[in-house]
């Protein structure tokens, strides 16, 4: 019953199991003065229950925003996937999206300048199906070896406790591949306006694949329709004073007054014969694929519709995991994708449980057959009296060979930590940051990223401080003289000197 609700007809206060009861606010005690008495167990329940009221944050996207709405299919790409959920124009699925920043805890500000998390699951009729993405098409590192590193640089100093640049930028200056989306992060897109003016990115390179079995690469886009809109750092500010919640707040509005928020997928394609041939890795989340060379196809369309009734039920207690892919969309050998198959699955056990599936917003509403059986939480049938082992005599659970993914053929049988066949494209960091500053942004997009990297390296200090922003300084130049050039200015950095005590 919603607490708007003014009809309100009574219902019973129970404990938890059930026992309805009299006293809810005085608890039992010896005389009016007296000591409390120990069987009053209504206390202990009430006590016991609000000290694990919390669940262990997530490590990272721990502040968000989510809601339910559809997914419809409005383009034909049955000639690159067999996924049920594309079988024809017109078919609509439902879906749950949750959006969040990464870095901030759970009380931290929505107006924080940082990547927002873009992250759906569609209720499919052949399970579940999990894109987990960002805001933006690329992410800061390409190997998730270097993950926990880069996430420590975005959480607080261990000392002070303080956000620090200083870490920030020590990281990205000796990881020139975080050079493309911190481009991104700095420009005006780091602080959007609201979760509904952006876009969203799958961001990683998956497959598809058709009835023919034939695998081709794809990336997947969602373009907001309600216009990129931003806000700059001033205005930023102004938001985090005045209100740490302002993308929560919008979005809930928008679907109580019915303005449904849309955004419009489209995907990339790439044959395994382009991908071959592609002068950057196409595996390697630091980098895009030039949209005149891998048009924009239009696929759908989402619709948010409906908030959840109860937050921490539906928007806290939302798992997702890239490993949630369905028949006709595979995997890729994108480093950070394979990493984050691991991952995403394992936080959800730690945070949630095992049995994290079973919770109604990550429920499969279709069918779920295996033999998992207990743990902590399970909250089914659990297999009622079905076998628990497979093979077996007697049930009809069984694995279903027309759900077999067409082999890999791999390009190497080395096994190393470096690809020792690297072309000189795996190390180009420069070319694609160079791109989106000089073919996409506008002057006053650049005069934006200029002062926010500008406003963000100042708070670089420490006995490093000019060491830091030297080789940082040298990956904007490589990036663009212009760049480079402007961020020198605005750093007070007297760039011949810098060159000349570098030789
Ligand atoms: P296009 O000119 O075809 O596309 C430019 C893209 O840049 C558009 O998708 C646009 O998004 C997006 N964009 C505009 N401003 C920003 C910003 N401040 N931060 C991030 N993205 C922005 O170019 P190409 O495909 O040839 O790519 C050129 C550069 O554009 C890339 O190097 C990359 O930095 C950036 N980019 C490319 C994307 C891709 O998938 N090809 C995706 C996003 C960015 P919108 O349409 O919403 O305005």
Redesign the pocket.
């Known amino acids: 019953m919603s607490m708007e609700n003014e009809n309100i007809t009574h219902r019973k206060l129970t404990t938890a199991s059930g026992r309805p009861y009299a006293e809810h606010e005085n608890t039992q005690s010896v005389g009016s003065r007296g000591p409390l008495l120990l069987q009053d167990f209504i206390l202990h329940e009430k006590m016991a229950h609000f000290n694990r009221e919390r669940i262990p944050e997530r490590v990272v996207h721990a502040k968000g925003s989510g809601a339910y709405g559809t997914f419809k299919v409005t383009h034909d790409i049955t000639r690159y996937t067999k996924a049920k959920i594309f079988s024809e124009i017109g078919k609509s699925c439902r879906i749950f999206l949750r959006f969040s920043t990464v870095g901030g805890e759970k009380g931290s500000s929505d107006a924080e300048r940082d990547p927002r998390g873009f992250a759906l699951k569609f209720y499919t009729e052949d399970g579940n199906w999990d894109l987990v993405g960002n805001n933006?098409?690329v992410f800061f590192v390409k190997d998730p070896k270097k993950f926990s590193d880069f996430i420590h640089t975005q959480k607080r100093d261990p000392r002070t406790n303080l956000k620090s640049p200083t870490m920030m930028w020590d990281f990205w200056s000796l990881n020139p591949e975080s050079l493309?989306q911190v481009m991104?992060l700095m420009?005006?897109?780091g602080t959007p306006l609201t979760y509904r003016h952006m876009?969203g990115f799958g961001s990683h390179t998956y497959s598809m694949i058709n009835a023919e079995n034939e695998r081709v690469w794809v990336k997947f886009?969602f373009?907001t329709q309600q216009g990129?809109k931003n806000l700059d750092a001033a205005q930023a500010s102004q938001m985090h004073a005045v209100d740490m919640d302002h993308a929560q707040r919008d979005l809930v509005e928008a679907i109580d007054n019915k303005e449904f928020p849309k955004w419009t997928l489209k995907i990339q394609v790439m044959t395994e014969a382009e991908a071959k041939s592609f002068r950057w890795n196409p595996f390697d989340l630091t980098k895009?694929?030039?949209?005149?060379e891998f048009p924009l196809i239009e696929v759908g369309e989402i619709e948010l519709n409906q908030l959840p009734n109860n937050y921490f039920a539906h928007v806290e207690q939302a798992a997702f995991a890239p490993s949630n892919l369905v028949d006709g969309i595979g995997f890729s050998p994108d480093r950070m994708l394979q990493g984050r198959i691991l991952s995403y699955a394992d936080a959800q056990r730690y945070r949630l449980g095992i049995n994290y599936e079973q919770i109604p917003v990550n429920r499969c509403p279709f069918m779920v057959n295996n033999f998992h059986r207990d743990g902590q939480m399970r909250i089914d049938e659990n297999g009622n009296d079905d076998p628990n082992y497979f093979p077996n005599s007697f049930g009809d659970v069984v694995p279903d060979q027309a759900y077999k993914e067409p082999a890999w053929e791999l390009d190497s049988n080395v096994a190393d930590w470096y690809d020792r066949n690297a072309g000189e494209g795996d190390n180009d960091h420069f070319t694609?940051?160079g791109?989106?500053y000089r073919?996409?942004?506008s002057t006053e997009?650049r005069k934006h990223l200029v002062n926010n990297i500008v406003g963000s390296m100042n708070g670089i200090n420490g006995p490093r401080r000019m060491q830091i922003i030297n080789l940082q300084l040298c990956h904007f130049f490589r990036a663009d003289i212009q760049l480079g050039m402007a961020i020198a200015k605005g750093l007070g950095v007297d760039v011949e000197q810098a060159m000349s005590s570098r030789h």
């Open positions: 933006t098409p493309h991104i420009s005006d897109r876009d886009h373009k990129i895009i694929w030039p949209h005149a694609q940051p791109d989106l073919k996409v942004l997009d």
